[in-house]
């Protein structure tokens, strides 16, 4: 288990994280959002003890990290996967952490095969691809055996099969009990990977929740429908106090309506439907929508006199 009470971190005159309490429970994957900037990385730092608290407290099964003996026994993380002494060899490196930690060699060679490195295990790190020094990484987080997981965007890097394994990986540590906790920026992957969500913006916790609870609170929901009698039904929908709008492409959307109600108004006017569905926002637009005010990097798609391939003039 983590807990967090009133972790605060303040560079200079930047409050990075601002009085954050939450607690990452055993048994489930909670993932960790938030925009770029958000204080995701401060934050986990600091669960790990590289970054000293400005105030407020965090705990590692009711003990702080730099009280933790053996702490890979405790805690395995992954925040940078290219962290390691490019001379050594994954083998060597995994060696290195296991006997600073009272950790037998042959459970070096277990986290080498479960990872799928243990044809390159001598082969030196610098010659790793970012897909390989990831899978080295999750080795080294692994090494402990663990009960608790932390992991920085763990996808980054990996190919389709990879990003599979590492999604069934934390959804089976989770189910033997284990606390997982991962941050990523890639919605569609966390939608399919957690279970519970903590999301921060500007250092501040703007949700803890489950999964289907935070897409519920935070989405838009409506109903979609396809039919060749439009007009005819806008206006038996208008009748009956129903909003109806047209999106294009010959779909109509009513919020927050019933598809039930809604099919039954249409068959007592024989209007014929090609499509009734009840429809959700997903995981990344219920996000977009909850940090839209926390976002500290706004891009633009169009800036005026540097658009790419085109109408570029020098300056000066």
Same mark, same amino acid.
């Given at each position: /288990?983590?807990?967090?009470?009133?972790?605060?971190?303040?560079?200079?005159?930047?409050?990075?994280?601002?009085?954050?309490?939450?607690?990452?429970?055993?048994?489930?994957?909670?993932?960790?959002?938030?925009?770029?900037?958000?204080?995701?990385?401060?934050?986990?730092?600091?669960?790990?003890?590289?970054?000293?608290?400005?105030?407020?407290?965090?705990?590692?099964?009711?003990?702080?990290?730099?009280?933790?003996?053996?702490?890979?026994?405790?805690?395995?993380?992954?925040?940078?996967?290219?962290?390691? %002494?490019?001379?050594?060899?994954?083998?060597?490196?995994?060696?290195?952490?296991?006997?600073?930690?009272?950790?037998?060699?042959?459970?070096? %060679?277990?986290?080498?095969?479960?990872?799928?490195?243990?044809?390159?295990?001598?082969?030196?790190?610098?010659?790793?691809?970012?897909? /390989?020094?990831?899978?080295?990484?999750?080795?080294?987080?692994?090494?402990?055996?663990?009960?608790?997981?932390?992991?920085?965007?763990?996808?980054?890097?990996?190919?389709?099969?990879?990003?599979?394994?590492?999604?069934?990986?934390?959804?089976?540590?989770?189910?033997?009990?284990?606390?997982?906790?991962?941050?990523?920026?890639?919605?569609?992957? /966390?939608?399919?990977?957690?279970? %519970?969500?903590?999301?921060?913006?500007?250092?501040?916790?703007?949700?803890?929740?489950? /999964?289907?609870?935070?897409?519920?609170?935070?989405?838009?929901?409506?109903?979609?429908?396809?039919?060749?009698?439009?007009?005819?039904?806008?206006?038996?929908?208008?009748?009956?106090?129903?909003?109806?709008?047209?999106?294009?492409?010959?779909?109509?959307?009513?919020?927050?309506?019933?598809?039930?109600?809604?099919?039954?108004?249409?068959?007592?006017?024989?209007?014929?439907?090609?499509?009734?569905?009840?429809?959700?926002?997903?995981?990344?637009?219920?996000?977009?929508?909850?940090?839209?005010?926390?976002?500290?990097?706004?891009?633009?798609?169009?800036?005026?006199?540097?658009?790419?391939?085109?109408?570029?003039?020098?300056?000066?």
């Amino acid at each position: /288990m983590i807990e967090l009470e009133g972790l605060t971190k303040r560079y200079g005159e930047k409050l990075a994280v601002n009085r954050l309490t939450f607690t990452v429970v055993p048994g489930t994957v909670t993932g960790f959002l938030g925009p770029n900037g958000a204080g995701k990385s401060t934050t986990m730092r600091m669960i790990l003890g590289l970054d000293r608290p400005t105030a407020g407290d965090v705990r590692i099964d009711g003990r702080h990290y730099d009280r933790l003996r053996d702490p890979l026994t405790y805690i395995g993380a992954l925040l940078d996967a290219k962290a390691v %002494h490019g001379g050594r060899s994954a083998f060597n490196h995994l060696l290195c952490l296991a006997q600073s930690n009272g950790i037998p060699k042959s459970r070096v %060679h277990e986290v080498l095969d479960t990872v799928g490195l243990t044809a390159v295990a001598r082969k030196k790190e610098k010659a790793f691809s970012l897909g /390989m020094s990831q899978r080295l990484g999750i080795a080294a987080a692994l090494l402990g055996d663990p009960r608790i997981l932390m992991f920085d965007e763990p996808v980054n890097g990996l190919d389709p099969e990879g990003i599979h394994w590492i999604r069934s990986l934390m959804k089976s540590l989770a189910s033997q009990g284990r606390t997982v906790f991962v941050s990523s920026h890639l919605m569609s992957e /966390m939608a399919l990977t957690a279970d %519970h969500l903590v999301v921060i913006g500007q250092g501040r916790l703007l949700a803890d929740t489950s /999964m289907a609870d935070f897409i519920e609170q935070n989405s838009r929901s409506y109903v979609r429908i396809r039919t060749p009698q439009r007009e005819k039904l806008r206006d038996v929908l208008h009748g009956a106090g129903i909003t109806v709008v047209e999106t294009g492409g010959g779909l109509l959307e009513v919020d927050g309506g019933k598809p039930e109600h809604i099919g039954e108004l249409a068959a007592q006017h024989h209007i014929v439907l090609h499509e009734l569905s009840s429809r959700q926002s997903s995981l990344e637009e219920a996000f977009m929508r909850l940090t839209a005010e926390s976002v500290e990097y706004h891009a633009h798609a169009d800036a005026p006199g540097r658009q790419w391939g085109g109408n570029w003039k020098k300056e000066g």
